[in-house]
């Protein structure tokens, strides 16, 4: 039987500390919050692998040391308003909610939706707000945000999600690579009204349902 405490210290001191994951607030919520609730019976086992882990319908909860890394880069603080795109079954959403005043989570696929919503109520967790929808589009209606964390890989951020960053605003991604490639993440900040993106590192995460770009025009 899986230890799962003892996983949990595991991916601490094995994948994020030694990955320049410095934020105490961040490593405290990750020590405590129960990685193994937010997935389904059969892959509970290797809820703290350094690996992506299907969580079913084709989606994955992203490797612990790129979500750590992307959120960590996003500096939440304790008054932001934070939007999580392609939420899955919650995980993220739940873990940004530690660090940040109010999570919104979307998620087009109602079943993790609602797993997630279950999940989070169970653990008391009563500032996420899920919201079932298309996840390029975000949730407007609440925004803007201070942080937008995209929980997957994407070709291309839609422009709908980068107009719902607040000014200030830090959003962050894996922008996916060609089939058979390494993504990259990244950093978007929001200054004087303008989005600049930074490239962050490489990450293996797979790509997100309905974010494929735009038909290109060729005359």
Do not use: W
């Not at 500096?75 to 005043?101: E, F, I, M, N, W």
């Not at 978007?188 to 309905?210: I, M, N, Q």
């Amino acid at each position: 039987m899986t230890d799962y405490s003892v996983a949990r210290r595991n991916m601490i001191e094995g994948q994020l500390r030694p990955n320049r994951i410095t934020n105490d607030q961040l490593l405290a919520a990750a020590a405590d919050l129960p990685r193994e609730r937010f997935l389904p019976d059969a892959v509970k086992s290797i809820a703290y692998a350094d690996d992506d882990v299907p969580v079913g319908g084709g989606r994955y909860l992203m490797e612990p040391m790129v979500l750590a890394r992307l959120i960590q880069t996003l500096q939440p603080a304790a008054t932001d308003r934070a939007l999580v795109v392609g939420s899955g079954r919650g995980y993220g959403a739940a873990l940004l909610a530690r660090l940040v005043k109010s999570v919104v989570a979307v998620e087009a696929d109602a079943a993790l939706a609602g797993s997630a919503e279950q999940t989070i109520k169970e653990l008391g967790i009563d500032n996420v707000q899920q919201v079932v929808g298309e996840m390029e589009a975000g949730a407007p209606a609440s925004g803007p945000y201070d942080v937008i964390l995209i929980e997957g890989a994407v070709r291309e951020i839609p422009q709908a999600i980068l107009d719902q960053l607040a000014e200030g605003g830090r959003l962050g991604t894996v922008i996916g690579g060609a089939p058979g490639t390494l993504g990259v993440a990244h950093l978007v900040v929001k200054e004087g009204g303008v989005t600049s993106s930074r490239p962050l590192f490489d990450a293996g995460t797979p790509l997100l349902p309905g974010f494929a770009p735009p038909p290109r025009f060729m005359f």
